[in-house]
């Protein structure tokens, strides 16, 4: 079966950084979209950021130039490293994942804790 597992999250001061990890399994990885999406309290799940298969990516406004995805295929892996955090940044992060046909997977989760 699929599995999504996340990695990394935790408590940071403001400015500070984080990086996530995302373990997949049981997926085509190589032709798999996968993405980062966040979900704070009281708010809908929005999406961070996304890689393609081709290596394409997109990022939500809020998050361009201080985080980055990345993908390592050889290891099923998929990373945000985020950069300058802010508290408006504090949220649970899932990692996503779609292939041809089959999809979306979701992970679990990470808590993110932006805080002085």
């Known amino acids: ?66 985080f980055t995805i990345s993908r390592e295929d050889a290891k099923n892996m998929v990373y945000l490293e985020t950069d300058n955090l802010k508290p408006e940044d504090t949220a649970v992060y899932y990692c996503y994942a779609a292939d041809v046909g089959r999809g979306p997977f979701w992970g679990q989760g990470t808590q993110v804790t932006v805080s002085s």
Not at 17 to 25: D, F, H, I
Request: charged share 15%.
């Open 1 to 66: 079966q699929v599995q999504l597992v996340e990695s990394g999250g935790g408590l940071v001061q403001p400015g500070g950084s984080l990086r996530l990890s995302c373990a997949a399994s049981g997926i085509a990885f190589r032709i798999a979209t996968m993405a980062w999406y966040r979900q704070a309290p009281g708010k809908q799940r929005e999406l961070v950021a996304s890689v393609a298969f081709n290596g394409n990516t997109n990022y939500a406004n809020s998050v361009k130039g201080r």
